[in-house]
């Protein structure tokens, strides 16, 4: 009897038969007392949920919906940068955006929940990003330096505000238009340890979703929170402070609406709520 209880109390992946994280036992939760890996933290005994099956969700709903925004960033982010863009490259780093826009969870502060100061995980994804779409730049295409630091940053943009209507709702406003000192007072000082392996989560999702690895993480194990602030701050000024404010927002937001779209869809699947804003400002819609 007490074996039974046990058994029927123990977390199960829905995921399980799909999972390409399954076989790692350091990093599956299956059939354990909850995910290894977490993607939310339930108030007291709410519903429990994997990140890696967070972004498997994630993934299927950009899948779903990803021909109906990709023209449409494709001829933004074209006329912003006054250059020829390769819709296959820009699938990539869409994608890319999509897979990796909740990879600062993936920090020892956000899993372990023993952080004593408050700080937002998509301002390390958002920094986390931007090098990584810097390389992946670097690589693929013949943009300049100069055209290749504004599409990064406004794709790093797009992970920073993806979770605008949250805290918003919260009453953080400062997240829409931060400041420096935001900045500093949330991530200065501190050394923020990513988990032991965060990259192979990283490049096996990669390696699901795409069929090949991209791998632009690099050998990072922790960030510095100075450096974090001074790069965010150099992105939201680049963004604001640029020669067309209004047409480079409008660039972030044609790629923040798809991801908000594919988190708050996924978040469904778990049993989550979205925020009023988030209802109001249809991100629910596909």
Known sequence: MRQAVLKLSRWVCESRNTCPLRKFKEICGDMKNEPKIVSYHP???GIRECYIRHVML?????????????PSIHRILEKVLHVDIDLNLLRELCGIAVLHHDVGKLCLDYQSRNGKRFYRHEMLSSYLLHDYIMSMLSDASSLDDQRAELLSSIISSAIYLHHEGLQISHKYYEIRAPTYGYLLNL????EFHMIKGWRLISTELERWAFNKKFNYFGDITSINGYEAANLLGSI???????????LLR???????????????LASLKRGGIPSRLSRFLGVMEK
């Open 187 to 190: 991530l200065a000082g501190r």
């Open 250 to 264: 409008l660039a972030v937001a044609s790629i923040l609406q798809p991801i908000m779209i594919s988190d708050n």
């Open 43 to 45: 108030v007291r005994e």
């Open 58 to 70: 994630c993934w299927d709903e950009w899948k779903t919906i990803s021909s109906r925004y990709l």
């Open 236 to 246: 939201i000024t680049l963004i604001d402070g640029g020669f067309d404010p209004l």
